[in-house]
């Protein structure tokens, strides 16, 4: 596996803080999540210098030799944006605070068997398969409620959130169409099964700034935000 060195490019930083301030209806609350998937643990560190200490990741073992050779500051939370195979549970488990690609029933229930054996809560958002795209995992829109309703059952499952990928266009007021019904969904839920049900994570570096207007709560964002280290 070869990752890439990547530092964070800090002008693009300061420039997101001031979108994030601009655009949001609710700044303060506002989290950027960098996405390290293929840069190797020196993007982690390079984040964590400047006081990001979300960080997203895609692959479970690309996580893991991450980790072995380096070792997390503790204010930094690890968090799963990518599909995560049922046979991969348990490692997940064990690696991230937070799981926010949860896309089906069965992967529930695998990390709440997981998370019980592991003596851990395990907090996680479930994903939303807003546009219907076939490429795309996630709850459709119909499926969704009852998910969250199943997930209230689960002992060891936190659900903190909704997760979602936006419409595949640079049309504006298509994508903050699908944010807006996201929220909607979102909030939803939030009031009618669940209130511990806050987050909204929307928006990656093509699309931000239409998320941050919709109300997300969490960017994913990596192309935006790194500059290898040989530029």
Sequence with gaps: MFLTDAKINKSSLNNIKNNI???????????????????SHQSIKSAEENKIFYIGENKVQETQKKTSNYTINPKTKLCLIGHLQSNKASLAVGLYSLIQSVDSMKILKKLNTCA???????????QLNITNSPTQTGFKKEEIMIAAEQAQKLPFIQTKGIMAIGANTLNEKTSKQT????????????????????ELSLGMSGDYLWALQEGSTQLRLGTILFKKRNE
């Design 116 to 126: 019980q054996k592991q003596h851990k809560i395990q907090q996680v958002f479930l």
């Design 21 to 39: 301030n601009k655009y949001s209806p609710h700044p303060e609350k506002v989290k950027i999540i960098a996405v390290t998937k293929t840069f």
């Design 179 to 198: 944010f807006k019904k996201t929220r909607k969904i979102q909030q939803k839920i939030k009031k009618e099964i669940n209130p511990k049900c806050k």
